[in-house]
Nanobody, 123 residues
Framework: QVQLVESGGGLVQAGGSLRLSCAASGRTFSSTFMGWFRQAPGKEREFVATISWSGAVTYYADSVKGRFTISRDNAKNMVYLQMNSLKPEDTAVYYC????????????????WGQGTQVTVSS
């Protein structure tokens, strides 16, 4: 019932910035946490950030704290991930995900996923 489409990925130099967008459709969008995950080549998919419906509650992976900011605009059915001070180790496919239940940092807690958008950070 929920469809997610990511955009905004691309190639950026280390130290640069990029903003990812996630367009969501479906009745549950405004009533659930939304998250960002990423999967680097040869690595497990990992939690990046998540945000509550109101935006009042956010959680970030330690690896991105202070550099990334998650936000949402429910009126536009959009979720964003502002990425600053990018590092080569941030290179990954980034996925937008809709939360269902369970631990906020676990991939199994999210039941809706976008197709992913590639972010490549050059050194």
């Amino acid at each position: 019932q929920v469809q997610l489409v990511e955009s905004g990925g691309g190639l950026v130099q280390a130290g640069g910035s990029l903003r990812l967008s996630c367009a969501a459709s479906g009745r549950t969008f405004s009533s659930t946490f939304m998250g960002w995950f990423r999967q680097a080549p040869g690595k497990e998919r990992e939690f990046v950030a998540t945000i509550s419906w109101s935006g009042a509650v956010t959680y970030y992976a330690d690896s991105v704290k202070g550099r990334f900011t998650i936000s949402r605009d429910n009126a536009k059915n959009m979720v964003y991930l502002q990425m600053n001070s990018l590092k080569p180790e941030d290179t990954a496919v980034y996925y937008c995900a809709g939360y269902m239940s369970g631990a906020y940092y676990s991939t199994s807690s999210y039941n809706y996923w976008g197709q992913g958008t590639q972010v490549t950070v050059s050194s």
